[in-house]
């Protein structure tokens, strides 16, 4: 028996790890995954938590039930690849050989970072809805709030689903809208980008959108500390924001375990090929999902795109034949807007969002780069999609390379 | 004023792109670095060069330019000092001056 390993268990290692066991050519290969920890977090509803659209039930389940029975699974932490003897070592001293490793460890949030943001503050006024137990705080601080200014600050670029802090300013328009607060509640938008998103046109129309819904955008802000008794964000080039609760997306990190197996760049991401998800200077160490220090989004669409890709190549890397440059970046994603409505976004390295309809040409039913109630509820049938489809490995309508089709070019934009 | 009279990049026959970088890095003299940095208001120091050199050392190693991070943990420039000599996002700022392209750092 040849063995495959599976470093985490997210998103990227579950979703893989269904698909492929159900593959002919999986026959002679033994799959083991690790992970440090045993529940299952559906990330997307960090974003809802906090307004108090899901509960805690929604978002998380344990590990075991969504992995394939054939695979030995083991609940530990890893300290640290050896490529050099093709074995991965865990904390509590095991060591497990591998023919092929699949790194899929994710990314993190490091408010440690950022000075003064974890400190006696921390989950009173300063929050964060990028991990569990932070929706879970956010959730009680907003029921609370009444009045005050309400900065959503992100740390620093890259983070997992760059446009979850803008849609956490949309729903937060909304949440406050509907209780009758928000004249006496100001949103302030922070980021160290340029305008409100990475991309030039997607950044346009929801920059329009934020400025719409009377969202203060404050960008080219690279935080350098938090005073949090004067409540207060400072810049590094001395700027002072002044907030009343503050929502923050701190800097993410890859595993602390790639930075000892010293296979990271400076934010412990592995440097992976763009278009094989070979890591860079390995043929037997593939790198999925947040993992990657790739320029696509940290989403889970894209690990789902990726996790494809590997399924693709793994055919023909049993077979020893070259791998298919395959992967292009494909990101697909939904944003919601607030008041039922959502706007869905499609690109890939190379090409910006644009206009259209999606998934099929002229029909959608979801129009893209426009706000609507169907992207809205695209979103909502997503966590359906992600419990009982997505990490049970069933093959969803979208392929994993972007398509032009229903894309309108250029000319139509105004 | 003790401006002298030097050269724009329209005279020396340089394209820049939509975001103001380099369309053919091969390019990039130090005598361009001087010029894009004054388009930004900046007066090239030793130290500024210390940046420079760095950041296109990690390019000639890497193939692309390295971000804020890895100027910061790897070329061992503190961030604050950074944001003084290149104001306002210096790892865009500084890949520009280099002549090299628009650092990743974020989809
Ligand atoms: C607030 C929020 C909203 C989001 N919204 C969306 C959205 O709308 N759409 C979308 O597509 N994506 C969204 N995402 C992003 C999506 O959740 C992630 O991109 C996706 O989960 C990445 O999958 P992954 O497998 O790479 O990492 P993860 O799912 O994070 O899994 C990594 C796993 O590795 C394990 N691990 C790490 N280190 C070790 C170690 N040393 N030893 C053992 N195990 C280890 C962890 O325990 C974890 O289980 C959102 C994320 C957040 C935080």
């Given at each position: 028996m040849k063995r495959l390993v599976i470093l985490g268990a997210g998103t990227a290692g579950t979703t893989l790890a269904n698909r492929l066991v159900?593959?002919?050519?999986?026959?002679?290969w033994h799959l083991t995954v690790i992970d440090a920890t045993r529940e299952h977090y559906y990330q997307p509803g960090f974003l809802l938590l906090p307004f108090g659209v899901y509960r805690k039930e929604d978002v998380v389940r344990p590990k075991r039930y969504y992995l394939p029975t054939s695979a030995e699974l083991i609940f530990a932490e890893v300290e640290r690849i050896r490529p050099d003897h093709k074995r991965v070592e865990l904390a509590d001293g095991r060591k497990v050989p591998y023919d092929v490793l699949v790194i899929a460890t994710g990314t993190d949030v490091h408010p440690e970072e950022t000075p003064g943001l974890q400190e006696h503050e921390w989950l009173r006024s300063i929050h964060t809805f990028y991990t569990f137990d932070g929706a879970v705080a956010l959730a009680r601080a907003l029921r609370t709030f009444k009045e005050g200014r309400l900065v959503i600050n992100i740390v620093e670029m890259p983070i997992k689903c760059p446009v979850a802090p803008l849609e956490f300013a949309f729903l937060a328009d909304w949440y406050f809208t509907h209780r009758g607060l928000r004249d006496r509640v100001e949103i302030v938008y922070a980021t160290p980008l340029p305008g409100a998103f990475t991309r030039p046109k997607a950044s346009e129309m929801l920059g329009n959108l934020l400025a719409e819904r009377n969202i203060k955008v404050v960008s080219e802000f690279n935080v350098m500390e938090v005073d949090p008794d004067k409540r207060l964000l400072r810049s590094y080039d001395e700027q002072e924001i002044e907030y009343d609760l503050l929502v923050s997306i701190p800097l993410h990190l890859g595993a602390e375990a790639i930075a000892r197996s010293e296979m990271g760049d400076e934010y412990n991401f592995v440097p992976t090929?763009?278009?094989?998800?070979?890591?860079?200077?390995?043929?037997?160490i593939f790198v999925l999902g947040d993992a990657t220090d790739l320029p696509a989004s940290k989403a889970g669409s894209v690990a789902h795109f990726q996790v494809d890709v590997f399924v693709e190549n793994f055919r023909r890397y049993v077979d020893g034949l070259e791998l298919l440059p395959l992967f292009d970046g494909h990101s697909n994603c939904f944003i919601e807007t607030g008041y039922g409505k959502g706007v869905l976004i499609d690109f890939n390295y190379d090409v910006e969002p644009l206009p259209g309809m999606f998934?099929?040409?002229?029909?959608?039913?979801m129009p893209l780069l426009r706000e609507s109630r169907v992207n809205h509820w695209g979103k909502l049938l997503f966590h359906w999609v992600y419990w009982n489809m997505l990490l049970r490995g069933h093959e969803l309508p979208i392929p994993a390379r972007m398509s032009m089709a229903g894309k309108e070019i250029e000319e139509a934009v105004s | 004023m003790t401006v002298k009279t030097a050269k724009t990049l329209e005279e020396l026959g340089i394209q820049l792109d939509a975001e103001g970088f380099l369309v053919n890095p091969d390019d990039w003299t130090p005598e361009i670095a001087e010029i894009i940095a004054r388009e930004e208001g900046i007066e090239l120091t030793d130290r500024h060069w210390e940046v420079i050199n760095f950041v296109r050392t990690y390019y000639e190693e890497h193939g692309e330019p390295p971000t804020l991070r890895a100027i910061t943990k790897r070329g061992g420039i503190p961030t604050k000092e950074l944001y003084q000599l290149f104001p306002k996002g210096p790892a865009k700022k500084v890949a520009r001056i280099a002549g090299l392209g628009k650092p990743k750092g974020c989809i």
């Open positions: 159900k593959r002919p050519e999986w026959d002679g090929d763009r278009h094989t998800l070979l890591a860079k200077g390995y043929d037997d998934p099929l040409p002229g029909v959608g039913p | -």
